[in-house]
């Protein structure tokens, strides 16, 4: 917390990831400082999905207040700024942003509703507006997100995620050649976003390309050691490679991994940039 106030926020934001690793006690308010203060230096480091995890766990909780508020908005726009560097022309869109934001989180859809529709019509043009509104809509009504997601692309055309989000939905609905190019994209866009990569190892175990896949899936699992649907593919490549010991490491920490992620789930996934059942049909055997 001294290295948050003298700006050094690198190694703040190390030091409290530490801290909530190895635990800080029972006190609910110093908890929610500490955990505040770490969400909104993830989302000025670029960690958008973990800071999105803290604050929907805020508002799960019951802490609505224009603090939360603010750094939701923040981080679902992604903008790499702490809610102190938000310049005065994009603190209205910040805030209106984190407002439908914590009703999608607080499963209020009438009121999330009319304010992403706010949003976007106050805002068409401002980066990720669309693409937010795109995984808002994703839950139950994927025709309307495929088309956000395409309206993000138009004004931001090397959007990585949206194109993940695109891919992710077609080979849902088993259309795994169109969903090629938008994954394939994404990870040349990306190369550092594992999402992007775990996407096209899914892909590429579908058509067959094992090698292909666990060279995907393992760049994926180092980005992000923690994503279930990571482990949970690459023991599929691994099985179909004939590492069946492997395979039997993956599923396993898929198992402890989704267990823990299991804990956490509810209006997060409202917005999350992983769905709960992007591992597919199958199930680990």
């Known amino acids: 917390m001294c290295e948050f106030k003298l700006t050094e926020y690198a190694p703040a934001l190390e030091h409290l990831t530490r801290a ?5 006690g029972e006190d609910a ?10 969400a ?3 989302a000025r480091f670029e960690q958008f999905e973990r800071a999105l995890d803290l604050h929907a766990g805020f508002v799960r909780g019951g802490n609505t207040s224009a603090t939360i508020v603010e750094g939701l908005g923040i981080t679902l726009l992604r903008l790499p700024m702490l809610p102190s560097e938000v310049p005065p022309e994009k603190r209205e869109m910040v805030e209106m942003a984190g407002r439908a934001g914590l009703y999608a989180i607080g499963m209020m859809r009438d009121a999330a509703d009319r304010t992403f529709q706010q949003l976007i019509s106050k805002y068409p043009d401002a980066p990720n507006v669309h693409y937010v509104y795109g995984t808002y809509l994703m839950g139950d009504r994927p025709a309307e997100a495929l088309e956000q997601f395409n309206i993000e692309l138009q004004r931001s055309p090397e959007h990585v995620l949206a194109r993940v989000q695109i891919a992710q939905e077609l ?6 050649d169109r969903a090629s190019p938008y994954a394939t994209d994404a990870a040349r866009l990306g190369p550092n976003n594992f999402m992007a990569r775990r996407v096209l190892g899914q892909l590429k175990l579908q058509a067959g390309d094992a090698s292909g896949a666990i060279a995907h899936l393992e760049a994926a699992r180092a980005l992000e050691p923690t994503s279930p649907s990571v482990r949970y593919h690459l023991a599929r490549a691994y099985q179909r490679a004939g590492r069946g010991d492997d395979a039997k490491r993956e599923r396993a920490e898929f198992s402890r991994l989704e267990s823990i992620q299991q804990r956490k ?4 996934n409202t917005l999350g940039e992983e769905p709960a059942e992007d591992t597919g049909r199958e199930r680990p055997r």
């Open 265 to 268: 789930r509810g209006g997060a």
């Open 171 to 176: 080979i849902k609905q088993g259309e795994f």
């Open 20 to 24: 909530n690793d190895l635990g800080v």
């Open 40 to 42: 909104i230096l993830l």
């Open 29 to 38: 308010s110093f908890l929610a400082v500490v955990g505040y203060h770490r």
